[in-house]
């Protein structure tokens, strides 16, 4: 594993570890410290990847260590992004485990070997795989803050203020920015298939095969337009949206892990080791 | 050495019916501080006064003939009779008297833990002490580590973060559901002090619009415009929960004032945006089956007052805190209060040996005659056997490596060369 790889996950660890301590003492040094290793982190990591691109002249998705790599790496992004925008510091307790969790399996998996090379140096490959990976990233903090919307819900809504009522921010917060990150996710996750399509096209001739990864693929999309339809005209919000997120989430690892591993495809190669 | 007591009577020592007896309310406050600060004894004084506690802080030389003074003063100035009050008084000295200046400032010894008042009202009494010039040096400096001290426990312990009170309670439940209280649309249904009081808690955290309703017309129309807000009929409640946020509810009436399908049904009008019920009135007005619905949250006045509770322990939790930071500004101040005793130290034992020297050389030259000149080496002689004496033990009093023990030297220094008659 690259150097810069692994210092990336030590911040990473670093991070998460403040982050956990934050949540028990809240004192804004541990959140500062916090924020700042995983930002540490992500350029380290965004160094490595650039690294790998360089090296090898495509984009490192070949495996599945490489592509849990990028997930995590986005993940990281799209967090600090939303930190950024909606000052969510406790979403760093979901966010930075989730990328260590990512990049534990990383460090675990065998190294293998990078499939045919020829095929990630198209300009569509590589947006659609960008594309779709931040999107996702910015699913699953989606789901991070619909968990966190539910605690904080049932903490008022049971009147047992302990714990959760003062470390988590207002039900409105968490609501806008789980809606944000969706509206994200979905603009993404249509231009990595439109861009899909475009390079499926360009290399196979028409643009949609009846491929699982495809069909689920199509699935999520549609389960988040309902979602965004639905909080559009009726005023989806709160603890359904929240719900909604999270099941969001779950049909997204399949159509992200479970397709590759148990269905067949042309994107299996994304995950082999 | 001039010593720091601290005279005084609160909640916990006495009853409303004494306190108030011996309170000083704000234009007596100047002519009692000026009567007590002429009384003899009383070097610097400091007169704190609010309706939960009389304090006098003062800098004596004589500390019995200045606390007799003192509780004569309290007795002749409110025209009562010392035997009154006097077994409810506390007197502390010294480090004690230190320590509560800074408890009581930090809102420790308050009725309620943490309440942020007193700060202001001991600033005020501070303020016209110096003014008037009752303080010096030793209060001068007390007072100034004191605002330090409660500053420092306000910021670095959670005493005065959560509610206490219910209609904090419910501002503060509020920002957890909405964010920000800022043009959040109020009702206000019924009357009574409690709700009234958070409406204005509401308004002061920029709330919108207020709707005023009540089975009486024309007390919704009195208070409407004591809120600058829309009267309304009773019956027109149901219709406006269609764009309220947050409802406050104190009325006698025996019934459910808002029903869970009223508000059910106004849901899907709203677009599930949520609506805060708070609800004051025993027997209560809102339907508790209304919490069950997405998106609404009621509290009714005991689940409000199981958070004050909440939040009480929680102060008193953080008041451990805080009494630690009080109990190491105590060592703080009582290190330059011994350092103030070093100077005078130095100067008497100073005193004491040039006076020796020079009564023995006095007696020395009286048997014979001896030339002036004579007399001035032997002088000179007697000054520089002072200096070379005295210069070790003055060089170690005035050192700062000592500052741990230095009342204990100083102590020492002044038994063994017996400095004080």
């Keep these: ?273 | 050495m001039p010593e720091i007591v601290l005279i005084g009577i609160n909640h916990k020592t006495a009853p409303v019916e004494v306190r108030e007896c011996i309170a000083f309310s704000e234009s007596d406050a100047t002519a009692a501080l000026q009567a007590l600060h002429r009384q003899p004894d009383i070097r610097e004084v400091l007169l704190l006064s609010t309706c939960n506690r009389v304090e006098v802080l003062l800098v004596t030389d004589n500390k019995p003939g200045a606390i007799e003074r003192t509780k004569d003063f309290i007795a002749g100035y409110n025209k009562i009779d010392r035997s009154r009050f006097e077994n409810s008084l506390y007197i502390h000295e010294g480090d004690a008297a230190v320590r509560h200046v800074f408890k009581v400032a930090s809102s420790l010894d308050s009725m309620i833990i943490g309440e942020p008042q007193i700060l202001g009202q001991i600033k005020d009494a501070y303020r016209r002490a110096a003014s008037l010039k009752t303080t010096g040096v030793i209060l001068n400096r007390l007072l100034h580590r004191t605002f330090f001290v409660a500053k420092r426990i306000r910021t670095e312990t959670g005493i005065g973060d959560r509610a206490v009170s219910i209609s904090y309670a419910a501002v503060e439940l509020g920002r957890k559901i909405f964010g920000t209280l800022e043009g959040k649309t109020i009702l206000l249904v019924g009357a009574g002090e409690m709700a009234e009081l958070a409406v204005e808690h509401l308004i002061r955290s920029r709330a919108g619009d207020i709707y005023v309703a009540n089975r009486t017309f024309e007390n919704a129309v009195a208070l409407a415009k004591k809120f600058k807000g829309t009267a309304l009929n009773f019956e027109e409640i149901a219709d406006c929960l269609k764009f309220i946020d947050i409802v406050i509810s104190s009325t006698g009436s025996p019934d459910f004032v808002i029903t869970r399908s009223q508000v059910k049904s106004v849901i899907r009008i709203r677009r599930n945006r949520p609506i805060f019920f708070i609800d004051i009135a025993v027997p209560r007005d809102i339907d508790p089956a209304v919490n069950r619905l997405t998106n609404s949250y009621v509290y009714d006045i005991d689940d409000l007052q199981g958070i004050i509770d909440e939040n009480m322990e929680d102060r008193t939790r953080e008041a451990i805190k805080g009494h630690r930071i009080v109990d190491e500004a105590v060592i703080n101040f009582r290190q330059w209060y011994d350092s103030l005793a070093v100077v005078p130290t130095i100067v008497a034992l100073r005193n004491k040996i040039e006076s020796i020297v020079e009564a023995e050389i006095s007696r020395t030259l009286q048997a014979g005659q001896v030339s002036h000149a004579d007399r001035w080496m032997l002088d000179k002689m007697g000054h520089s056997l002072v200096n070379k004496i005295l210069h070790d033990p003055t060089v170690f009093l005035k050192k700062d490596g000592m500052a741990a023990d230095k009342s204990a030297y100083i102590d020492t220094v002044r038994k063994l060369f017996k400095l004080d008659r």
């Design chain 1, 1 to 273: 594993m690259h150097i810069l790889t692994v210092i990336a996950i030590l911040f990473y660890m670093l991070s998460a570890a403040a982050y956990f301590a934050f949540l028990f003492i809240q004192k804004n040094y541990l959140h500062r410290s916090a924020y700042t290793a995983l930002a540490t982190g992500f350029v380290c990591h965004t160094a490595a990847i650039v690294y790998a691109f360089a090296a090898t002249g495509q984009m490192p998705v070949g495996n599945l260590r490489e592509t849990l790599s990028i997930a995590g790496w986005a993940v990281a992004g799209v967090f600090l992004a939303v930190q950024y925008r909606f000052k969510l510091k406790i979403l760093g307790i979901f966010a930075a485990p989730l990328v260590v969790l990512l990049m534990a399996v990383v460090s675990l998996l065998p190294a293998g070997s990078a499939q045919n090379a020829t095929i990630f140096k198209n300009f569509w490959l590589i947006a659609h795989v960008a594309a779709i990976f931040i999107g996702e990233a910015a699913f699953a903090l989606a789901c991070g803050l619909g968990v966190l919307y539910l605690l904080q819900e049932n903490t008022i809504k049971t009147k047992k203020h302990r714990f959760f009522f003062k470390r988590l921010p207002s039900l409105d917060l968490l609501d806008s920015a789980g809606y944000a990150c969706i509206v994200t996710g979905f603009t993404l996750l249509t231009v990595g298939l439109v861009t899909g399509f475009v390079y499926a096209r360009s290399v196979w001739g028409h643009f949609w095969s009846w491929d699982p990864k495809e069909v689920w693929s199509a699935v999520t999309w549609i389960f988040y337009a309902v979602l965004l339809h639905e909080r559009l005209t009726v005023g989806w919000r709160g603890r359904r949206s929240a719900i909604m997120a999270i099941i969001g989430f779950a049909v997204l690892l399949f159509t992200f892990l479970g397709v590759n591993l148990l269905l067949k495809g042309h994107h299996g190669g994304f995950t082999r080791w």
